[in-house]
């Protein structure tokens, strides 16, 4: 591995750190500069770990001078060490991390019509998107496909809700209903109202959950493309799950029929 290219930024009116905040600073904006901007010493180790490499790794003057946060930052082509106050500026995080990754995007991604996946339909909750990235990861699905009208998949919410789940998956973003169209295993879906508990169905491997927007459900056009909408039982009496909650349950309930 070749060594990256260090330099010491001292300006905040330097040209990479003013590029840096308006990355940073808009959710969407790695579809325009076709970076995404990663905080922290977790996200960033997930991502090198599995063999990414940053184009730009921007580390505090401290953090430089820790031993396992400039190992990792040494992973990316070049490194920028900065005062904390510069960083102070660029994170999107209350307590700002001492190093963060800019790296390549994938771009919206090609559809895997065999593999096992999970489909957003209009999911607003950045929160929610990143945690059923991560079941999504946890439970053996390898695909996540998100309907335009979901929350920006590599925004920083999401990824730091995902805690490194982003970098295990294919994400396919911005797809239409049309593009659910050329998944060729089963698609499923929840129901409140549905006759079968999710536990009574022999669920089908693979196949794909379809998670609906958080107030509307799955759109009528998804719904009849699934082969079955299923139950969750809650005795407790509530209405209805989290959408997230929803999702570690019907990934879950996959993973262990497989098993």
């Known amino acids: 591995m070749s060594m990256p290219q260090i330099r010491t930024i001292a300006s905040r009116d330097n040209p990479l750190l003013v590029r840096l905040r308006k990355l940073a600073g808009d959710p969407a904006a790695y579809r325009k500069f076709g970076e995404v ?36 930052a040494g992973t990316a082509v070049s490194v920028a060490v900065i005062p904390a106050a510069l960083m102070a500026g660029l994170s999107t995080l209350e307590s700002p991390a001492p190093l963060c990754f800019a790296l390549p995007w994938t771009g919206v991604g090609e559809l895997d019509p065999h593999a096992a996946s999970v489909v957003l339909d209009r999911l607003q909750d950045a929160g929610n998107v990143g945690n059923i990235l991560r079941s999504a990861s ?5 695909q996540v496909i998100a309907i335009k009208g979901t929350a920006a998949l590599w925004s920083p919410k999401v990824l730091r809700a995902g805690m490194g789940a982003h970098f295990a998956l294919r994400l396919i973003e911005v797809a239409s209903d049309e593009a659910v169209a050329g998944l060729q295993v089963p698609m499923l879906a929840t129901s409140s109202h549905a006759a079968r508990a999710i536990h009574e169905a ?14 509307k459900g799955v759109s009528p056009t998804l719904g009849q493309r699934c082969a079955e909408s299923l139950r969750i039982p809650q005795p407790g009496g509530e209405e209805s799950l989290n959408v997230a909650a929803a999702a570690a349950v019907c990934l879950y ?3 262990r029929q497989r098993a």
Do not use: K, N, Y
């Open 37 to 72: 901007w990663i905080e922290g010493e977790h996200l960033c180790s997930a991502f090198a770990q599995r063999g990414g490499v940053a184009a730009q790794a921007v580390i505090t003057d401290e953090g430089w001078q820790t031993p396992a946060l400039r190992a990792i």
């Open 138 to 142: 946890a439970f053996g699905f390898t």
């Open 202 to 215: 022999r669920l089908p491997w693979p196949c794909a959950w379809v998670m609906g927007h958080e107030g």
């Open 253 to 255: 309930e996959s993973a």
